[in-house]
């Protein structure tokens, strides 16, 4: 029988907000947590990919006889195989054919993928395979792809994918293929009027997300259904693009997500999917298909960029107009080429009250390996831009530069850019916290310098997301949500969403990988987006079970619904408690049962914030102390704090992780992370021997995580994203702290040899001999 | 990314490698830790269709403290030298460089021999040996030969050696007890970008002999004496003579093409790190006279 | 190829086979021991998510040979979770939150058993030059070094 307590249990502080351990952490400790490249499904295959060792070039045959000779070959896909479909996909852009069809664009493009009963053997094959390719010019830089009699990286017309989200598209110009701007104000007058102005021509490099977990696919096309398992941040959009591409409906495309050795970007949207599947159709058995890294660097990257930029601002140190030209190389298929363009765009202006402004943001196509997202995208590309020129005219106007941005920075509620959502959050009190953090304003040593920097980026992507909160018999919960967990721990705030709704220890709430099956539907994890739009559907799912609690508590207190509320396990009208498990059992008449509840969210529904974009301005506002040594050229990064402006911590530990882990990012991609091409559109760098990323050598002394909670964000409890911001705001830290100490960069990484070439030019004096 | 096929051989002595590596001639690969040339195995760079696992001759083994140096066996790994309390006791400096060689893990496996053999030209032993004036000893169709580090490699991943060679070890001579060793390196990648050995023996603050040794930009190391050049000077004198030699040395020093540093910013390095390497070693000769030179090396 | 025939100890259990000499050892170990928490990244020896150890010692398993595992002890993931030391490791790392995406994490704790093992009191920057053989890009390193810095500092945890 359900056994009411008038002694209350005691109400253990909630979940929301508290530094639980993550749900996660054992299993991956101990290895046994399954990754796609451990999953072994019977009959399986191992597949190796042929790519293209030209940039640019027409295929003149392929002979496969040597390769489907050799002992254990069972089947080969080249672009004759795709004769009885649309091969073309792409999100944005449909531009892109699962293999090569008569012509290759990028070296590493595939052009045959082997099936073969084991890896070595499908390697094999691959080196047995005769292509005669006809090699023509190709065109391998920004430069090179905007001159007017440029060679056409895409000769045909692409047409717009299932999910460009962009409205009309223009027509292309040249190797253009997306265009991205707006302007407001007179911004002609204003530059002329200007007191002081600033401009320059900056560059940004193509970088290398490096996942530890590469790209990793296991495809089972059998009949008309397909099972995929796939280390994919966004399972619903790649559901639908393997649908499209290969005729089938929604509900036989089956995507299976195990845990994500990382992603940062780099497995958002489709990526090495179709070519598992159009093998594994061909081969008739489950195929795996598991990158390298040289073959991961040439499936996805970060866009390098040129930006042309311009800043004005008054006598009085008002900044007062900006202008931002930028093309951003997207390689040989747009990917998100299109979509990181306008968040560029929008990051363009910076967080000001501008009187006018005009950016034009373009979308080029070279003969290089595709470009797509890579975390805080868009924004990492203009803020280091935008904010030296702040830091410049601060300079100039001898004007302490937190000072100056405290005066010019929006307010809350102001515009950032017409149309879109107005500010919702509170700068100048995240920059005196960032300052304070770095001691900002204290003497420092001489060859240091201390930056600031402060920018905002469109986060949240389409807010659509459900969710389904099961209570069980037992009262624990398990949460179906399809936020893929790629090492950020969104099953570990899943769970606490869960959990504080319905009085539950977090530890009695399951999250699982997603299953398209079974999980309800979410568009996608990136963005910032998870914990504020699928929490948000996680929270109202679990309203809904505790709603059916209170209606059996309600009937069985006898008291109105509203004097009820979840507490330690169960539901208490203040005087009386019951617990989760007896109002079950009450309510279904033995003990069994469960409470399934269901939340989402859309653009038309929840608090009304989804309906207008972006979900949320996501605040990049970091600072960062540098040493610069003037003799060899050498930045190391001192000390860096940054801005978790978070609305509400779900679990502060975990914000903190986050804000280190794009701190490291923000010092590779600052200083050293860059992909290198040789005139022929081959990538020199390769391995990891040659393109560094940051190790524990690289940390700074001091990394401080300024946690702000102002309950504004359109979230669970007030929550919005974070993640994206630090890398932003710190990649921008270092480059205004690098220029106050003297070496103004316009070209990111800043390299040793490049400040040491800076410094040359700058003619200051070579300290030689002055060891460091 | 997966091994070629290749059959596997095991001699016992280095009378049966040598003769098995020379049978095999270029088909044949001499293999200890593997650490590069698995690794170039994989990425298709050597295609060796015999190793030959030197691992089970006994002599390449061993660290041996003998009267005027240390013996290094050329199958003793990194690992086994940065921790040997033989080669710290007579020149830490090469603990400590061994110490600091790609991570613990090639470490543990990669040998100094290896090292040597492969000839990488972006790596710091060679260098380093040829700054203390180590000898290599090989074993040249069937007989015992030394040769200087310097000489030892002819050219990026070359050295004097013909299929059926090997190199049985390194010997380390104790340094005069007034010379001091100071190893400098510019890591920008994964592996060194310039290194510099230099050892300044002095007395009374003038030198007596000093040897500098230029690794990770050339094809091969470069060794020079700068004993004649430098000798009896000190202070702002040996300060002034350095600048000029190493001006000299960094504007004509053969550098690798193809390098992710432009020729201009290598030479700057060049001249940075052993005007450094010579300054602090001059210092720190003055100030250990009498006792084992102790100072180690150090990321520039 | 001439098969190679390897007799060893896997995580304290012996194993005897015939493989082929070309077989590396990650491959060895995930494809025939099924021993699948040994990850595999980079394959060139910087990464480390492959390290395991041979007879105590550190290796990156992408580039050595199965068949130099003969008459060794091999120690995998699996193998280190039955030890003291695994729990009070484990437990830092789950305080400091050291673990994300977990693709790097055997191996960090494999390197941090050879830490332990080395006993040697450690410096904070001694230790951040052991570590930057492993990479991770997740963490920010900060959390990991600090649960490193507990757990190899304190010994075993009552």
Not at chain 1, 27 to 35: D, P, T, W, Y
Not at chain 1, 578 to 590: E, K, M, N, T, V
Request: aromatic content about 6%; proline content about 6%.
């Amino acid at each position: 029988m359900a056994t009411v307590i008038t002694n209350l249990p005691s109400s253990k502080a909630g979940s929301v907000g508290h530094e639980v351990p993550r749900s996660d952490a054992r299993v991956k400790l101990s290895g046994k947590a399954q990754f796609t490249g451990d999953i072994r499904v019977p009959g399986m295959l191992y597949g190796a990919v042929l790519r293209s060792p030209l940039a640019r070039a027409r295929i003149r045959s392929v002979d496969l006889r040597a390769a489907l000779a050799l002992d254990g070959v069972v089947a080969i896909l080249t672009g004759a195989d795709l004769m009885d479909m649309d091969p073309y996909y792409g999100h944005a852009l449909k531009d892109r054919p699962i293999v090569a069809i008569d012509e290759v664009r990028f070296v590493g493009e595939p052009v045959a993928v082997v099936a073969a009963s084991s890896l070595s053997v499908a390697e094999n094959a691959v080196n047995l395979i005769d292509v005669v390719y006809a090699s023509e010019s190709p065109v391998t830089s920004l430069q090179a792809a905007l001159l007017p009699d440029s060679p056409l990286v895409h000769t045909k017309r692409a047409r717009p994918g299932f999910a460009h989200g962009l409205g009309q598209l223009p027509d292309p110009e040249g190797n253009v293929c997306y265009r991205y701007g707006f302007s407001k104000g007179d911004v002609s007058n204003d530059f002329v009027q200007a007191a002081v102005v600033v401009e320059g021509e900056y560059r940004f490099p193509a970088v290398y997300q490096y996942a530890l977990e590469t790209h990793s696919v296991v495809a089972d096309h059998r009949g008309d259904e397909v099972t995929i398992w796939a280390s994919c941040q966004h399972p619903f959009l790649v559901r639908q693009e393997i649908a499209d591409l290969f005729d089938l409906d929604l509900d036989r495309v089956r995507l299976i997500v195990p845990f994500l050795g990382g992603g940062f970007g780099s497995k958002s949207y489709t990526k090495m999917e179709p070519i598992a599947v159009a093998i594994s159709r061909k081969a008739g058995r489950p195929v795996r298909v598991v990158n390298r890294v040289d073959e991961s660097m040439v499936t996805t990257r970060r866009h390098n960029m040129v930006c042309r930029m311009r800043t004005a601002a008054s006598a009085t140190g008002e900044l007062i107009a900006r202008e931002a030209d930028f093309w951003l190389d997207t390689g040989a298929y747009a990917d998100n080429g299109p979509r990181v363009t306008a968040t560029a765009g929008d990051a363009a202006p910076g967080p000001y009250r501008w009187r006018s402004v005009r950016v034009d943001g373009r979308c080029v196509y070279t003969n290089t390996a595709p470009a797509g997202s890579y975390r805080a995208f868009g924004a990492i590309h203009l803020q280091w831009i935008g904010e030296l020129q702040v830091d410049e005219i601060a300079r100039r106007l001898q004007v302490d530069p937190l000072e100056f941005r405290c005066r010019n920075v929006l307010p809350v509620g102001g515009e950032v850019r017409a149309g879109a959502k107005p500010l919702d959050a509170d700068l100048v009190g995240d920059l005196r916290k960032v300052a304070a953090a770095i001691d900002w304003g204290q003497p420092r040593t001489e060859g240091r310098g201390v930056g600031l920097s402060v920018g905002l980026l469109a986060a949240g992507a389409h807010p659509v997301s459900m969710a389904t909160v099961r209570l069980g018999a037992d009262a624990g919960a398990t949460v179906l949500v399809g936020t893929t967990e790629m090492g950020q721990g969104a099953r570990t705030a899943m769970a606490q969403i869960a959990a504080e709704v319905l009085a539950l220890p977090s530890e009695q709430v399951v999250v699982r990988g997603t299953d398209t099956q079974y999980t309800p539907y979410d568009r996608s994890t990136g963005a910032s987006r998870s914990t504020t739009v699928a929490g948000k559907a996680v929270e109202l799912a679990a309203r809904d079970v505790l709603a059916a609690l209170e209606e059996t508590a309600a009937a069985k207190f006898e008291v109105p619904l509203d004097r009820l509320s979840a507490r330690a396990g169960g539901v208490t009208d203040g005087e009386r408690w019951i617990s989760h498990q007896d109002l079950i059992r009450a309510r279904f008449g033995f003990a069994g049962g469960e409470l399934v509840g269901h939340g989402m969210v859309q653009p038309s529904r929840g608090s009304g914030s989804f309906a207008e974009g972006p979900v949320f301005w996501e605040v990049c506002l970091a600072a960062a102390e540098v040493a610069v040594d003037p003799v060899t050229g050498v930045v190391r990064v001192i000390r860096t704090a940054s801005i978790a402006d978070v609305g509400r911590a779900i679990n502060p530990q975990l914000i903190r992780r986050q804000d280190e882990g794009a701190t490291l990012q923000a010092i590779g991609n600052a200083l050293f992370e860059e992909m290198r091409y040789d005139p022929e559109g081959m990538l020199l760098n390769d391995t990891l021997l040659d393109y560094r990323v940051p190790s524990a050598l690289d940390v700074p002394e001091r990394m401080t995580c300024v946690i702000v909670e102002n309950g504004d964000g359109p979230g669970p409890f007030g929550a919005k994203g974070c993640g994206e911001g630090a890398f932003a705001g710190v990649t921008a830290a270092i480059a205004t702290a690098v220029a106050a100490a003297g070496v103004p960069m316009q070209e990111l990484p800043m390299t040793p040899e490049r400040v040491w070439r800076r410094i040359q030019t700058l003619g200051h004096p070579d300290r030689e001999g002055e060891a460091s | 990314m997966k091994l070629p096929q290749f059959e596997l051989h095991r001699p016992t002595s280095v009378d049966a490698a040598a003769r098995l590596l020379a049978d095999l001639g270029d088909d044949g690969s001499a293999f200890s830790g593997g650490t590069e040339l698995l690794l170039a195995m994989k990425l298709g760079l050597i295609k060796s269709r015999h190793l030959v696992d030197l691992k089970g001759l006994p002599e390449l083994h061993g660290i041996e403290l003998r009267p005027g140096g240390v013996w290094i066996g050329a199958g003793v790994t990194h690992a086994e030298i940065e921790a040997s309390p033989a080669v710290r006791a007579i020149l830490a400096p090469l603990a400590v460089m061994a110490s600091q060689i790609a991570n613990m893990r090639v470490r543990a496996v990669g040998t100094i021999g290896g090292n040597l053999c492969f000839a990488d030209p972006n790596s710091d032993p060679a260098t380093f040996l040829s700054a203390v004036g180590a000898r290599l000893r090989t074993w040249v169709r069937g007989e015992s030969r030394e040769v200087a580090p310097e000489e030892f490699t002819v050219g990026p991943y070359q050295t004097v050696l013909e299929p059926g060679d090997l190199l049985l070890g390194v010997w380390v001579p104790t340094p005069p007890p007034s010379a001091n060793v100071v190893h400098l390196r510019m890591k920008i990648h994964e592996r060194p970008s310039v290194t510099v050995a230099a050892m300044v023996e002095a007395s009374h603050g003038e030198v007596v002999a000093a040897r500098l040794a230029v690794g990770s930009v050339g094809p091969k190391v470069l060794q020079v004496d700068l004993g004649e050049e430098l000798r009896g000077l000190g202070g702002s004198a040996y300060s002034s003579r350095v600048g000029a030699l190493v001006a000299l040395l960094a504007g004509s020093i053969p550098l690798l093409p193809e390098r992710p540093e432009s020729p201009e910013y290598q030479r700057h390095l060049v001249r940075v790190l052993s005007t450094r390497a010579l300054e602090v070693g001059l210092a720190a000769a003055t100030s250990s006279a009498g006792r084992p030179a102790q100072n180690g090396g150090g990321e520039a | 190829m001439t098969a190679v025939v390897l007799t060893a100890m896997v995580n304290g259990r012996p194993v005897s086979c015939s493989i082929p000499p070309n077989l590396l050892l990650v491959d060895f170990l995930r494809d025939e021991l099924g021993l699948l928490g040994t990850k595999q990244s980079c394959e060139v020896q910087v990464c480390g998510a492959c390290t395991v150890l041979v007879d105590d010692r550190p290796v990156s398993s992408c580039c050595f040979l199965a068949a130099d595992i003969d008459g060794r002890r091999v120690q995998t993931i699996e193998g280190l979770v039955d030890t003291p030391f695994y729990e009070r490791v484990a437990q830092a790392f789950v305080r400091h939150a050291a673990v994300q995406c977990g693709f790097c994490t055997p191996g960090m704790l494999l390197t941090a058993k050879v830490l332990d093992e080395r006993g040697t009191p450690m410096t904070a920057q001694q230790l951040r030059a052991d570590l930057a053989g492993n990479l991770c890009r997740c963490t920010g390193y900060q959390s990991i070094l600090d649960a490193l810095e507990d757990a190899l500092g304190e010994g075993p945890q009552s």
